[in-house]
């Protein structure tokens, strides 16, 4: 088995259990589609604001080299902490968004 296939064969499974839990909880399927357009929209802001801060964070590099303040490496903006406080802000964002403009 590939590698591709056995990370979606774990998704699939943690999915299906996700799915028993939900209706043993009695959480309504019919909300799911809803609760995926919620993920979708919360991994764009992710991947907005990750972007956005490694910009941010390799032209602030460079200007501290050009500037000569010393020497900043640009592999310091790829650290997964970024990914994770890129992460927390877009569900911030994303939840400031849907109390201010309501469910769309």
């Known amino acids: 088995m590939s590698d591709t296939l056995f990370i979606l064969a774990i998704v699939a499974g943690s999915s299906l259990l996700m799915l028993a839990l939900g209706h043993r909880l009695g959480m309504d399927r019919r909300r799911l589609p809803w609760a995926a357009l ?5 991994v764009g802001a992710c991947l907005a604001f990750w972007t956005f801060n490694l910009a941010l964070g390799s032209c602030a ?3 501290a080299r050009g500037l000569h303040l010393g020497f900043v490496s640009l592999y310091t903006s790829t650290d997964l902490t970024l990914l994770a406080l890129s992460s927390f802000q877009a569900f911030v964002f994303e939840s400031w968004r849907e109390m201010t403009s309501g469910p769309r």
């Open 38 to 42: 919620r993920a979708v929209r919360w």
């Open 61 to 63: 590099a460079l200007l």
